[in-house]
């Protein structure tokens, strides 16, 4: 698992624009390979070779200006409820305003790490004005300016000191977590497995339930199933659904190898989905999409299911070698076949291929189709190994690994996946100079 930090403040302080810096050097990689849309408020960063999940959650903040108040409340919450560490935001050109010391109180009471960061320091006299904010009684502080940079390296070298350390992903039991939108019939899904009524299931999203991760064995196969619609507390319900279950998808997507990503057929893949589907895909676990309450779908001809298809594939385009099945949680249609494809992605995702084989069968391939000369250069691509990370990641050894660009990048990736079977799997490559 990566661990959360959750950056929170009144608006204005320069929450994203610190965001965008910690993230920008990574998504410019990831960038490259992938080359979607992302969400502008959740990102990947690692400092000193410690890799953590970034949410600005201010960035989630909508309405007017009077709700403000009550939404950073409410950030707050989440970002205890769900982050390892918190930083609070702060602003030296302001000072400390009431909405600050709001927060501050809010957070004097949390047992998780927080972290005051006063921005805006961009010179030596603001790291004087800074003082004002001992008042807030959080103690210790951090000066920094977003904007140049100076004095971020302080605070994160703090903060990754007190992250937890990265499990060990392999040594646990495999997690399938079960993703998606409010109502989109997650619990159902788990009670039909599970067959019990444990869970609570309603109408009204956002009941309070209890969430546990259960142990399950089928088809001689032992994992932990997540469920991601528990453990809302009643003071939660009137709040904005869409914004909580984002936060609880961050966790449970960091927390499992598989994620079971379930929409309600009735109300299509929207955006929100689309952006779990890409949480899911940008923290390299295995996906498979399933089109829930097909029960409800009245003309089922085979044409509707190409239809879905082919919306699905679109929005997730180019990632689009991943499972999507048709299931229903009321009549327990396919749900098994769910699971059985959710082992063979994990499957897939700890496959190791042999650094022979893989030659053997890709040298060949790229003999024939050589990539494409580029300002006039010819890059000769040597061999090919597997890295050993828990998820596939491949390293093509060459003498111009820069000239190498996105199309022949997606062609080797689409061979590979030809002819190892990566469904449902993001694979990475990387070009390395030999
Ligand atoms: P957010 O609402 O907290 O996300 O704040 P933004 O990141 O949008 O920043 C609000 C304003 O403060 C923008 O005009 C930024 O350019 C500015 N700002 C952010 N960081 C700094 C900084 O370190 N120094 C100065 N002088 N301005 C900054
Ligand atoms: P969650 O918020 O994602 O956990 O969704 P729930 O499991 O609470 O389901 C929301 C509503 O959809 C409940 O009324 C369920 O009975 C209903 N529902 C869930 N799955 C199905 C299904 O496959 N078919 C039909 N017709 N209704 C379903």
Not at 1 to 27: C, D, H, Y
Not at 55 to 74: A, C, K, N, P, W
Not at 152 to 162: K, N, P, R
Request: charged residues 30%.
């Amino acid at each position: 698992m990566g661990a959360i930090v959750a950056i929170v403040g009144r608006p204005n302080v320069g929450k994203s624009t610190f965001f965008n810096r910690l993230i920008q050097r990574r998504e410019a990689i990831v960038d490259a390979v992938s080359g979607v849309t992302r969400d502008r408020h959740y990102g990947k960063s690692d400092w000193n070779g410690k890799e953590f999940s970034l949410i600005d959650t201010g960035g989630y903040v909508l309405g007017s200006d009077d709700v403000f108040e009550q939404e950073i409340d409410r950030q707050v919450e989440l970002a205890i409820d769900e982050a390892d560490a918190i930083i609070f935001m702060v602003d030296v050109e302001t000072g400390v305003t009431g909405m600050d010391e709001d927060v501050a109180k809010l957070l004097r009471r949390v047992e998780k790490p927080v972290f005051l960061a006063i921005n805006k320091v961009d010179n030596a006299q603001r790291a004087e004005d800074a003082v004002e904010f001992y008042a807030l009684g959080l103690g210790e502080y951090y000066t920094l300016s977003s904007i140049n940079g100076s004095g971020t390296g302080e605070l994160l070298d703090a903060l990754v000191e007190v992250l937890p350390e990265k499990d060990d992903e392999e040594a646990d039991l495999p997690r399938f977590a079960v993703v998606g939108r409010p109502n989109a019939g997650k619990s159902s899904f788990i009670n039909a497995l599970i067959g019990e009524d444990r869970y609570i299931v309603t109408d009204i999203a956002g009941t309070t339930r209890d969430s546990i991760d259960t142990k399950y064995n089928r088809f001689g196969f032992e994992f932990n199933l997540v469920d991601t619609a528990g453990i809302r507390r009643k003071r939660k319900v009137k709040e904005d659904l869409e914004f909580y279950s984002v936060m609880r998808s961050v966790r449970a997507i960091e927390h499992s190898d598989v994620c079971l990503l379930l929409f309600d057929a009735t109300r299509g893949f929207d955006g929100q989905v689309e952006n779990i589907f890409w949480l899911a895909q940008r923290n390299n676990k295995g996906v498979v999409i399933l089109v829930n309450k097909w029960d409800l779908v009245e003309d089922k001809e085979t044409n509707t299911v190409k239809q879905y298809t082919k919306q699905i594939k679109k929005a997730i385009e180019p990632f689009v070698d991943v499972p999507i099945i048709f299931i229903s949680a009321l009549t327990k249609q396919r749900i098994y076949k769910a699971i059985e494809t959710a082992v063979d992605v994990y499957k897939n995702r700890s496959k190791k291929i042999k650094t022979r084989q893989l030659n053997d069968v890709m040298l060949p391939i790229i003999e024939r189709t050589p990539p494409p000369a580029y300002k006039d250069k010819y890059v000769k691509i040597k061999f090919i190994t597997q890295l050993p990370t828990p998820y596939p990641q491949f390293a093509f050894f060459c003498n111009l690994p820069q000239y190498i660009r996105d199309p022949y990048r997606r062609f080797l990736e689409n061979k590979l996946r030809e002819n190892f079977d990566f469904t449902g799997v993001p694979v990475s490559i990387f070009m390395r100079k030999k």
